[in-house]
Protein backbone atom coordinates (compact mmCIF):
# COMPACT_ATOMS: atom_id res chain seq x y z
CA UNK A 1 0.00 0.00 0.00
CA UNK A 2 1.32 3.30 -0.77
CA UNK A 3 -1.07 5.39 0.80
CA UNK A 4 -3.67 4.52 2.68
CA UNK A 5 -7.45 6.57 2.48
CA UNK A 6 -7.73 7.02 6.02
CA UNK A 7 -4.08 9.38 5.80
CA UNK A 8 -5.78 11.60 2.91
CA UNK A 9 -8.70 12.50 5.55
CA UNK A 10 -10.97 10.27 3.10
CA UNK A 11 -13.79 8.08 4.26
CA UNK A 12 -15.05 5.29 2.49
CA UNK A 13 -18.60 5.34 0.89
CA UNK A 14 -20.51 2.92 3.79
CA UNK A 15 -21.69 5.40 6.17
CA UNK A 16 -22.37 8.32 4.08
CA UNK A 17 -24.70 6.02 2.33
CA UNK A 18 -26.29 4.88 5.21
CA UNK A 19 -27.78 8.53 5.75
CA UNK A 20 -28.58 9.50 2.93
CA UNK A 21 -30.82 6.49 2.85
CA UNK A 22 -31.94 7.00 5.98
CA UNK A 23 -32.87 10.82 5.45
CA UNK A 24 -34.20 10.72 1.90
CA UNK A 25 -31.45 12.44 -0.29
CA UNK A 26 -28.37 11.61 -2.72
CA UNK A 27 -25.09 12.18 -2.48
CA UNK A 28 -23.36 13.76 -5.24
CA UNK A 29 -20.93 12.45 -7.05
CA UNK A 30 -19.08 14.73 -9.32
CA UNK A 31 -16.21 14.30 -12.02
CA UNK A 32 -13.17 15.69 -11.82
CA UNK A 33 -10.46 16.23 -14.49
CA UNK A 34 -8.18 19.22 -13.25
CA UNK A 35 -7.76 21.45 -10.17
CA UNK A 36 -10.09 23.92 -10.84
CA UNK A 37 -13.55 21.33 -11.13
CA UNK A 38 -11.76 20.18 -7.83
CA UNK A 39 -11.74 23.47 -6.16
CA UNK A 40 -15.73 23.94 -7.75
CA UNK A 41 -16.82 20.47 -6.41
CA UNK A 42 -15.23 21.38 -3.26
CA UNK A 43 -16.35 24.53 -2.34
CA UNK A 44 -19.52 24.26 -3.34
CA UNK A 45 -20.51 20.62 -1.04
CA UNK A 46 -18.50 23.06 1.82
CA UNK A 47 -20.78 25.87 1.73
CA UNK A 48 -23.50 23.46 1.44
CA UNK A 49 -22.81 21.57 4.00
CA UNK A 50 -23.13 17.82 1.46
CA UNK A 51 -20.93 14.69 1.87
CA UNK A 52 -19.50 14.69 -2.13
CA UNK A 53 -17.95 12.01 -3.70
CA UNK A 54 -14.77 13.25 -5.61
CA UNK A 55 -15.03 11.13 -8.92
CA UNK A 56 -12.11 9.87 -11.06
CA UNK A 57 -12.27 7.53 -14.43
CA UNK A 58 -9.51 5.54 -15.70
CA UNK A 59 -8.49 8.45 -18.11
CA UNK A 60 -9.01 11.08 -15.65
CA UNK A 61 -6.84 9.43 -13.45
CA UNK A 62 -3.84 9.04 -16.41
CA UNK A 63 -4.38 12.82 -16.94
CA UNK A 64 -3.83 13.78 -13.70
CA UNK A 65 -1.09 10.98 -12.92
CA UNK A 66 -1.53 8.52 -10.17
CA UNK A 67 1.28 10.14 -8.42
CA UNK A 68 -0.02 13.80 -8.24
CA UNK A 69 -3.93 12.67 -7.55
CA UNK A 70 -3.46 11.79 -4.11
CA UNK A 71 -2.45 14.86 -2.92
CA UNK A 72 -4.98 16.49 -4.89
CA UNK A 73 -7.63 14.29 -2.46
CA UNK A 74 -5.60 15.55 0.59
CA UNK A 75 -5.58 18.92 -0.31
CA UNK A 76 -9.44 18.95 -1.07
CA UNK A 77 -9.80 17.12 2.78
CA UNK A 78 -7.35 19.63 4.15
CA UNK A 79 -9.38 22.33 2.81
CA UNK A 80 -13.13 21.17 4.27
CA UNK A 81 -11.03 20.91 7.73
CA UNK A 82 -9.78 24.78 7.20
CA UNK A 83 -13.13 25.93 6.26
CA UNK A 84 -14.93 24.49 9.69
CA UNK A 85 -17.34 22.04 7.75
CA UNK A 86 -17.13 18.11 8.45
CA UNK A 87 -18.60 16.70 5.00
CA UNK A 88 -17.16 13.57 4.63
CA UNK A 89 -15.17 13.07 1.46
CA UNK A 90 -14.62 10.02 -0.64
CA UNK A 91 -12.25 9.76 -3.58
CA UNK A 92 -13.91 7.00 -6.39
CA UNK A 93 -12.97 5.24 -9.10
CA UNK A 94 -15.27 5.86 -11.69
CA UNK A 95 -16.26 3.09 -14.58
CA UNK A 96 -12.78 0.73 -13.01
CA UNK A 97 -12.13 -1.62 -15.64
CA UNK A 98 -10.96 -4.42 -14.46
CA UNK A 99 -9.18 -6.00 -10.73
CA UNK A 100 -5.39 -4.59 -11.40
CA UNK A 101 -7.18 -1.23 -11.86
CA UNK A 102 -9.48 -1.31 -8.86
CA UNK A 103 -6.53 -2.88 -6.96
CA UNK A 104 -3.87 0.29 -8.00
CA UNK A 105 -6.10 2.77 -6.97
CA UNK A 106 -6.82 1.25 -3.29
CA UNK A 107 -3.08 0.71 -3.51
CA UNK A 108 -2.89 4.83 -4.40
CA UNK A 109 -5.41 5.97 -1.71
CA UNK A 110 -8.99 5.80 -3.08
CA UNK A 111 -11.84 4.98 -0.74
CA UNK A 112 -14.41 3.44 -2.72
CA UNK A 113 -13.75 2.08 -6.62
CA UNK A 114 -16.22 1.09 -9.06
CA UNK A 115 -15.85 -2.32 -10.86
CA UNK A 116 -17.86 -2.17 -14.03
CA UNK A 117 -18.71 -5.44 -15.62
CA UNK A 118 -21.89 -4.70 -17.19
CA UNK A 119 -20.92 -5.27 -20.81
CA UNK A 120 -19.71 -8.82 -19.63
CA UNK A 121 -21.66 -11.73 -18.97
CA UNK A 122 -23.21 -12.21 -15.88
CA UNK A 123 -21.07 -15.16 -14.43
CA UNK A 124 -18.01 -13.46 -15.26
CA UNK A 125 -19.39 -9.84 -13.81
CA UNK A 126 -19.96 -11.53 -10.45
CA UNK A 127 -16.19 -13.10 -10.41
CA UNK A 128 -14.23 -9.98 -11.31
CA UNK A 129 -16.76 -7.84 -8.62
CA UNK A 130 -16.11 -10.57 -6.15
CA UNK A 131 -12.77 -10.38 -6.53
CA UNK A 132 -12.39 -6.86 -6.39
CA UNK A 133 -14.91 -6.39 -3.61
CA UNK A 134 -12.65 -9.02 -1.61
CA UNK A 135 -9.62 -7.23 -1.97
CA UNK A 136 -11.15 -3.99 -1.19
CA UNK A 137 -13.01 -5.07 2.30
CA UNK A 138 -8.96 -6.05 3.19
CA UNK A 139 -8.47 -2.64 3.24
CA UNK A 140 -12.19 -1.02 4.28
CA UNK A 141 -12.69 0.08 0.75
CA UNK A 142 -16.30 0.17 -0.60
CA UNK A 143 -16.86 -1.40 -3.64
CA UNK A 144 -19.66 -0.57 -6.65
CA UNK A 145 -21.05 -2.42 -9.35
CA UNK A 146 -23.25 -2.84 -12.12
CA UNK A 147 -25.75 -4.64 -13.51
CA UNK A 148 -27.77 -3.30 -17.28
CA UNK A 149 -26.32 -1.36 -19.75
CA UNK A 150 -26.69 2.12 -19.93
CA UNK A 151 -27.24 3.40 -23.75
CA UNK A 152 -24.90 5.97 -25.09
CA UNK A 153 -21.01 5.96 -24.06
CA UNK A 154 -19.61 4.17 -21.42
CA UNK A 155 -16.39 4.67 -21.11
CA UNK A 156 -15.20 2.89 -24.56
CA UNK A 157 -18.24 1.12 -24.31
CA UNK A 158 -20.54 2.11 -26.80
CA UNK A 159 -24.59 0.73 -26.51
CA UNK A 160 -27.16 1.30 -29.05
CA UNK A 161 -29.65 0.87 -26.55
CA UNK A 162 -30.50 0.45 -23.05
CA UNK A 163 -30.43 -2.69 -21.05
CA UNK A 164 -32.44 -2.26 -18.21
CA UNK A 165 -31.44 -3.77 -15.42
CA UNK A 166 -33.48 -6.97 -14.05
CA UNK A 167 -35.06 -6.76 -10.68
CA UNK A 168 -34.75 -10.79 -10.51
CA UNK A 169 -31.25 -10.67 -11.12
CA UNK A 170 -29.69 -8.26 -8.14
CA UNK A 171 -30.41 -10.51 -5.14
CA UNK A 172 -28.39 -13.00 -6.42
CA UNK A 173 -25.64 -10.50 -7.43
CA UNK A 174 -25.36 -8.57 -4.28
CA UNK A 175 -25.21 -11.83 -2.37
CA UNK A 176 -22.75 -13.81 -4.28
CA UNK A 177 -20.15 -10.37 -4.93
CA UNK A 178 -20.30 -8.53 -1.79
CA UNK A 179 -20.20 -5.71 -3.08
CA UNK A 180 -21.48 -2.29 -1.41
CA UNK A 181 -24.06 -0.34 -3.81
CA UNK A 182 -25.29 -1.13 -7.20
CA UNK A 183 -25.29 1.07 -10.26
CA UNK A 184 -28.52 0.28 -12.29
CA UNK A 185 -29.83 1.08 -15.37
CA UNK A 186 -33.06 2.61 -15.47
CA UNK A 187 -33.25 5.13 -18.55
CA UNK A 188 -30.36 7.30 -17.99
CA UNK A 189 -27.32 7.61 -20.25
CA UNK A 190 -23.70 9.05 -20.37
CA UNK A 191 -22.96 12.01 -22.05
CA UNK A 192 -24.44 15.13 -23.19
CA UNK A 193 -27.08 13.86 -26.41
CA UNK A 194 -29.54 11.97 -23.84
CA UNK A 195 -32.28 12.67 -25.51
CA UNK A 196 -33.60 14.91 -28.62
CA UNK A 197 -35.74 17.94 -28.55
CA UNK A 198 -38.98 17.29 -28.13
CA UNK A 199 -38.47 14.27 -26.27
CA UNK A 200 -40.35 13.57 -22.82
CA UNK A 201 -38.01 11.62 -21.00
CA UNK A 202 -38.90 9.32 -17.92
CA UNK A 203 -37.04 7.09 -16.00
CA UNK A 204 -37.96 3.67 -15.05
CA UNK A 205 -38.90 4.28 -11.69
CA UNK A 206 -41.28 1.28 -11.41
CA UNK A 207 -38.03 -0.72 -12.51
CA UNK A 208 -36.32 1.00 -9.35
CA UNK A 209 -39.12 0.33 -6.71
CA UNK A 210 -39.08 -3.50 -7.90
CA UNK A 211 -35.42 -3.65 -7.24
CA UNK A 212 -36.23 -1.94 -4.13
CA UNK A 213 -38.49 -4.77 -2.81
CA UNK A 214 -35.50 -7.38 -4.12
CA UNK A 215 -32.64 -5.63 -1.51
CA UNK A 216 -34.18 -3.24 0.61
CA UNK A 217 -32.89 -0.73 2.30
CA UNK A 218 -29.60 -1.23 -0.24
CA UNK A 219 -27.43 1.55 -1.56
CA UNK A 220 -28.66 2.18 -5.09
CA UNK A 221 -26.51 4.24 -7.86
CA UNK A 222 -27.05 5.95 -10.55
CA UNK A 223 -25.02 7.08 -13.82
CA UNK A 224 -25.32 9.36 -16.64
CA UNK A 225 -27.78 11.38 -14.87
CA UNK A 226 -26.39 15.37 -16.02
CA UNK A 227 -29.44 17.67 -17.06
CA UNK A 228 -27.34 18.80 -19.88
CA UNK A 229 -28.76 22.55 -18.89
CA UNK A 230 -29.90 24.44 -21.76
CA UNK A 231 -28.30 28.06 -20.86
CA UNK A 232 -24.30 26.59 -20.69
CA UNK A 233 -25.37 24.82 -24.15
CA UNK A 234 -26.71 28.08 -25.34
CA UNK A 235 -24.05 29.98 -23.97
CA UNK A 236 -20.88 27.83 -25.68
CA UNK A 237 -22.76 27.96 -29.25
CA UNK A 238 -22.93 31.67 -28.99
CA UNK A 239 -19.66 31.94 -27.94
CA UNK A 240 -18.09 29.89 -31.02
CA UNK A 241 -18.97 26.91 -29.83
CA UNK A 242 -20.35 23.75 -31.51
CA UNK A 243 -22.67 21.60 -29.55
CA UNK A 244 -26.36 19.89 -31.18
CA UNK A 245 -29.16 21.09 -29.24
CA UNK A 246 -29.77 18.17 -26.13
CA UNK A 247 -31.75 17.28 -23.14
CA UNK A 248 -31.20 15.22 -20.46
CA UNK A 249 -32.44 13.61 -16.80
CA UNK A 250 -34.75 16.08 -15.77
CA UNK A 251 -34.41 17.31 -12.31
CA UNK A 252 -38.20 16.59 -11.35
CA UNK A 253 -37.14 12.54 -12.29
CA UNK A 254 -33.95 12.44 -10.44
CA UNK A 255 -35.08 14.08 -7.37
CA UNK A 256 -37.94 11.66 -7.36
CA UNK A 257 -35.12 9.07 -7.18
CA UNK A 258 -33.28 11.01 -4.74
CA UNK A 259 -35.44 10.31 -2.64
CA UNK A 260 -35.99 6.58 -2.53
CA UNK A 261 -33.01 4.09 -1.95
CA UNK A 262 -30.50 5.61 -4.42
CA UNK A 263 -27.95 7.23 -2.76
CA UNK A 264 -25.62 7.99 -5.50
CA UNK A 265 -25.95 10.17 -8.16
CA UNK A 266 -23.77 10.85 -10.95
CA UNK A 267 -22.91 14.09 -12.72
CA UNK A 268 -19.97 14.44 -15.01
CA UNK A 269 -21.60 16.19 -18.19
CA UNK A 270 -23.05 19.24 -16.38
CA UNK A 271 -19.78 20.32 -14.89
CA UNK A 272 -17.78 20.08 -18.54
CA UNK A 273 -20.51 21.97 -20.05
CA UNK A 274 -20.33 25.22 -16.87
CA UNK A 275 -16.98 25.14 -17.37
CA UNK A 276 -16.21 25.31 -21.30
CA UNK A 277 -19.22 27.54 -21.07
CA UNK A 278 -17.09 29.94 -18.70
CA UNK A 279 -14.07 29.68 -20.52
CA UNK A 280 -15.65 30.58 -23.99
CA UNK A 281 -17.49 33.65 -22.46
CA UNK A 282 -14.06 35.34 -21.28
CA UNK A 283 -12.24 34.16 -24.56
CA UNK A 284 -15.69 36.03 -26.64
CA UNK A 285 -15.86 38.82 -24.40
CA UNK A 286 -11.74 39.55 -23.57
CA UNK A 287 -10.10 37.95 -26.77
CA UNK A 288 -6.53 40.06 -25.20
CA UNK A 289 -7.00 37.83 -22.27
CA UNK A 290 -4.01 35.60 -21.64
CA UNK A 291 -3.78 35.28 -17.82
CA UNK A 292 -5.53 31.47 -17.26
CA UNK A 293 -6.62 32.59 -13.63
CA UNK A 294 -8.88 34.97 -15.60
CA UNK A 295 -10.57 32.48 -17.31
CA UNK A 296 -10.39 29.49 -15.73
CA UNK A 297 -11.73 31.13 -12.54
CA UNK A 298 -14.87 32.00 -13.70
CA UNK A 299 -15.51 28.57 -15.39
CA UNK A 300 -15.31 27.04 -11.97
CA UNK A 301 -17.45 29.94 -10.47
CA UNK A 302 -19.97 28.32 -13.35
CA UNK A 303 -19.33 24.60 -12.34
CA UNK A 304 -19.60 25.71 -8.66
CA UNK A 305 -22.92 27.52 -8.66
CA UNK A 306 -24.04 25.15 -10.82
CA UNK A 307 -23.59 22.74 -7.91
CA UNK A 308 -24.93 24.15 -5.43
CA UNK A 309 -28.10 24.80 -7.07
CA UNK A 310 -28.28 21.07 -8.10
CA UNK A 311 -27.23 20.18 -4.14
CA UNK A 312 -30.09 22.16 -2.80
CA UNK A 313 -33.03 21.53 -5.24
CA UNK A 314 -32.42 17.99 -6.63
CA UNK A 315 -30.09 15.93 -4.14
CA UNK A 316 -31.62 17.48 -1.51
CA UNK A 317 -28.10 16.75 0.28
CA UNK A 318 -27.50 20.29 1.98
CA UNK A 319 -27.22 20.76 5.67
CA UNK A 320 -26.59 16.97 6.03
CA UNK A 321 -23.56 17.91 7.84
CA UNK A 322 -22.25 21.06 8.99
CA UNK A 323 -21.55 24.31 6.12
CA UNK A 324 -18.17 25.92 6.36
CA UNK A 325 -16.99 29.33 5.17
CA UNK A 326 -16.49 30.39 1.46
CA UNK A 327 -13.04 30.67 0.53
CA UNK A 328 -11.52 34.43 0.67
O1 LIG B 1 -18.95 7.97 -17.25
C1 LIG B 1 -17.88 8.44 -17.62
C2 LIG B 1 -17.43 9.77 -17.12
O2 LIG B 1 -18.22 10.79 -17.64
C3 LIG B 1 -15.95 9.95 -17.36
O3 LIG B 1 -15.62 10.19 -18.66
O4 LIG B 1 -13.74 8.66 -19.33
O5 LIG B 1 -14.13 10.88 -20.48
O6 LIG B 1 -13.22 10.81 -18.16
P1 LIG B 1 -14.08 10.11 -19.19
P1 LIG C 1 -23.14 12.20 -17.23
O1 LIG C 1 -22.43 12.04 -18.53
O2 LIG C 1 -24.63 12.21 -17.41
O3 LIG C 1 -22.68 13.40 -16.47
O4 LIG C 1 -22.81 10.90 -16.33
C1 LIG C 1 -21.63 10.83 -15.60
C2 LIG C 1 -21.38 9.47 -15.06
O5 LIG C 1 -22.22 8.60 -15.01
C3 LIG C 1 -20.03 9.19 -14.58
O6 LIG C 1 -19.86 7.86 -14.22
ZN1 LIG D 1 -21.05 6.51 -15.39
Known sequence: MKYHYKDLGLV????MFAKANKEGYAVP?????????????????????SPVILQVSTGARKYIGKEMLPWLAKAATAYVEASGSDIPVA??????PNYAEAKDCIEYGF??????????????NVAEAK?????????????????????????????????????????????????DSLAIAIGTSHGAHKFKPGDDPKLRLDILAEI???????????????????????????????????????DSEL???????????????????????????VFAKKPGEFDPRKYVGPAKDYMKEYYKDKIRNVFGSNGAYK?????K
Open 12 to 15: NTKE
Open 29 to 49: AFNFNNMEQLQGIIEACVEEG
Open 323 to 327: AGAAR
Open 255 to 281: RKAAKSAVAKINVDTDGRLAFTAGIRE
Open 131 to 179: QVADFAHEHDVTVEAELGVLAGIEDDVVAAEHVYTQPDEVEDFVSKTGV
Open 91 to 96: LHLDHG
Open 111 to 124: SSVMYDGSHHPYDE
Open 212 to 250: EKRIPGFPIVLHGSSAVPHQFVEMINQYGGQIADAIGIP
